[in-house]
């Protein structure tokens, strides 16, 4: 059973950083490409950032370049977004995707982050 977790959302004022997390389980981690989207009330879901199975290579929405960094740790099979210098329309829920080695994707729950003053 394939399983995907976020975490680490939260309220943070403008400038403010967070770390999302995501832990998985049910397929090959270190094989998957990894993927974090984000989604607010009414809009489309929209690609933030990617790692691609090989972990060297990553890819970023250019509204979060140079702000938003991921990463991935195939020994805990978790995927992470580490978000900097957060603005309000960053504001959405977050959502964590998994697309493995046959080309199934796979998504979590979602974590909520919320940048206000």
């Known amino acids: 059973q394939v399983q995907l977790v976020e975490s680490g959302g939260g309220l943070v004022q403008p400038g403010g950083s967070l770390r999302l997390s995501c832990i998985t389980s049910?397929?090959?981690?270190?094989?998957?490409?990894m993927s974090w989207y984000r989604q607010t009330p009414g809009q489309e879901r929209d690609f933030v950032a990617s790692?691609?199975?090989?972990?060297?290579?990553?890819n970023y929405a250019d509204a979060v370049k140079g702000r938003f960094t991921i990463s991935r740790d195939n020994a805990k099979n978790t995927v992470y977004l580490q978000m900097n210098d957060l603005q309000p329309a960053d504001s959405a829920a977050y959502y964590c995707?998994?697309?493995?080695?046959?080309?199934?994707?796979?998504w979590g729950q979602g974590t909520q982050v919320t940048v206000s003053s």
């Open positions: 790692s691609f199975s090989a972990g060297a290579s990553t």
């Open positions: 049910g397929f090959t981690f270190s094989r998957a490409a």
């Open positions: 995707n998994a697309q493995d080695e046959s080309d199934l994707a796979y």
